[in-house]
């Protein structure tokens, strides 16, 4: 018995230590960044693809919009993107659709 309790307080002990010095990981969709197409020069941009998101009907039209925007910077990460230009939204009784660009951007960070 005194050796289960043992083991189970170093077990513990292990998780604490080991969870606490681990990194977190980064959200690279809260890094993405949605742009105009003036700063696409000024942050010497390059365009990826063109990307569609769908935010499904959801109790309010801004749950929408937030879903389609998450979608859609999710597919910017997915292209190797870290910027996107909206060129066009969508409202309807299916749901928010946000169209637009992924573009990579080398001077991102240094501005934002």
Do not use: H
Not at 6 to 34: A, E, R, Y
Not at 52 to 81: C, H, P, Q, W, Y
Not at 82 to 88: H, L, Y
């Amino acid at each position: 018995m005194k050796q289960n309790m043992k083991n189970i307080l170093i077990t513990s002990f292990m998780f604490l230590l080991f969870g606490c010095i681990s990194t977190q990981p980064i959200d690279t969709v809260s890094q993405v960044k949605i742009i105009n197409f003036e700063q696409t020069k000024d942050l010497n941009c390059k365009e990826i693809d063109s990307i569609d998101a769908f935010g499904k009907k959801s109790m309010t039209a801004d749950a929408d919009r937030r879903n389609a925007l998450t979608e859609f910077k999710n597919k910017i990460v997915e292209k190797g993107g870290n910027a996107g230009i909206i060129s066009n939204q969508l409202s309807s009784k299916a749901g928010f659709k946000i169209s637009g660009y992924a573009w990579n951007c080398e001077n991102l960070n240094e501005r934002f």
